[in-house]
């Protein structure tokens, strides 16, 4: 009898045992439950397959894949990447629209140039964006974007020159040697622009600005890839370019011979953002996709990987400077909304005057 009670409680355990490792269905236990964060929603809620759009790079996409699958096993993530102007030209086209959410290329002073392809969504996690919050309500920021020079040091070097900020690459020795990707094609050349003509003026976009303008010009070639700025810096081919800080800090990251120089005359910055696309196949998911990029897991692991620097103001740096650090300069967004045409017209006039 004691062998058969012996027998019988073994059996007992190894069948609990089962329950608790999923043999039931469940894709979680109580262990793993207790792991998961508080904003998250429950694991059942979230199925099937959401898509998204994003011009995202792929070290990102490999952590927004691996954090989505481990907090909702039960949903499958499809992720397409292309530039913005694709993607929502494909939105807007496209009867019979895939997409759930598009990740990334959408900026604080978009205006409402997509909201006619977004729906609205407040994540709960909102509050923990500082000042990092859409007031029209389309917009979930989890990126800050500022500004840098891609520097090949040993090119520099061999020219004699020192590249600390936008006054030395008027240098005489560094004509035909930057590299710039165009604004009117590039979401990196746009916010360089803007950049410039914060802190190299006594005003924004006042004259000052565009004088120093029209004399970078002649000494820079252009690209229509963001991409080639910072890859052809690092192949030598260029010795420095404008570009932005997590992309070349990730390069350096990976042994890339080149430096992220911050310009001493300032520095913006500008948030970006992910967005649920209007009538979404998988609501739900789309709705979490937005809660897991504002929160503080996803945006460290982003850091952690590609130096991203979060919104969430929970969020970690990883070898990138404080923003008091940077000396930056406010960006009126309404201005640049409103004046964006006239910006890119007088850019273009310029660049063909000079080349």
């Given at each position: 009898m004691k062998k058969l009670k012996g027998l019988f409680l073994v059996a007992m355990l190894l069948l609990a045992a089962c329950s608790g490792s999923g043999g039931d269905g469940d894709s979680s236990d109580k262990s793993d439950e207790a792991k998961r964060p508080e904003w998250a929603r429950p694991v059942d809620e979230i199925t099937g397959t959401i898509t998204v759009y994003t011009t995202m790079e792929e070290t990102q996409q490999e952590a927004l894949k691996e954090i989505w699958n481990d907090i909702y096993p039960n949903s499958k993530i499809e992720i397409q990447t292309d530039s913005l102007g694709t993607l929502s030209t494909r939105i807007?086209?496209?009867?019979?629209?895939?997409?759930?959410v598009i990740v990334g290329g959408l900026f604080q002073a978009d205006g409402d140039t997509y909201h006619d392809i977004l729906e609205k969504y407040t994540s709960p996690l909102d509050g923990e964006q500082g000042d990092y919050v859409d007031p029209n309500g389309y917009y979930t920021y989890y990126d800050v974007q500022?500004?840098?020079?891609?520097?090949?040091?040993?090119?520099?070097?061999?020219?004699?020159?020192?590249?600390?900020?936008?006054?030395?690459?008027?240098?005489?020795?560094?004509?035909?040697?930057?590299?710039?990707?165009?604004p009117d094609a590039t979401s990196?050349?746009?916010?360089?622009?803007?950049?410039?003509?914060?802190?190299?003026?006594?005003?924004?976009?006042?004259?000052?600005?565009?004088?120093?303008?029209?004399?970078?010009?002649p000494q820079a070639f252009s690209t229509t890839s963001s991409?080639?700025?910072?890859?052809?810096?690092?192949?030598?081919?260029?010795?420095?370019?404008?570009?932005?800080?997590?992309?070349?800090?990730?390069?350096?990251?990976?042994?890339?011979?080149?430096?992220?120089?911050?310009?001493?005359?300032?520095?913006?910055?500008?948030?970006t953002a992910g967005a649920i696309v209007k009538d979404a196949p998988n609501k739900d998911a789309a709705e979490a996709m937005m809660d897991l990029l504002a929160s503080r897991e996803f945006q460290d692991i982003r850091a952690e990987r590609s130096s991203g620097r979060g919104t969430n103001v929970n969020s970690k740096l990883v070898d990138l400077p404080e923003e008091k650090e940077l000396n930056l300069t406010k960006l009126d967004?309404?201005?640049?909304?409103?004046?964006?045409?006239?910006?890119?017209?007088?850019?273009?006039?310029?660049?063909?005057?000079?080349?």
């Open positions: 807007r086209s496209d009867e019979k629209n895939d997409a759930d500022v500004m840098s020079l891609v520097v090949n040091p040993k090119l520099a070097e061999d020219l004699g020159v020192e590249i600390k900020g936008y006054k030395d690459l008027l240098d005489k020795k560094l004509k035909g040697k930057i590299i710039l990707a165009a990196s050349g746009w916010r360089q622009v803007q950049t410039m003509l914060a802190v190299m003026g006594d005003e924004f976009d006042d004259d000052k600005a565009w004088e120093y303008i029209e004399q970078l010009m991409k080639d700025v910072y890859n052809l810096v690092t192949n030598g081919e260029y010795v420095v370019g404008l570009s932005y800080e997590s992309t070349v800090d990730a390069l350096i990251r990976d042994g890339a011979p080149i430096e992220n120089v911050y310009m001493v005359e300032g520095n913006t910055a500008m948030a967004f309404d201005y640049l909304i409103e004046n964006k045409a006239k910006i890119m017209d007088r850019w273009n006039t310029l660049w063909n005057k000079t080349h």
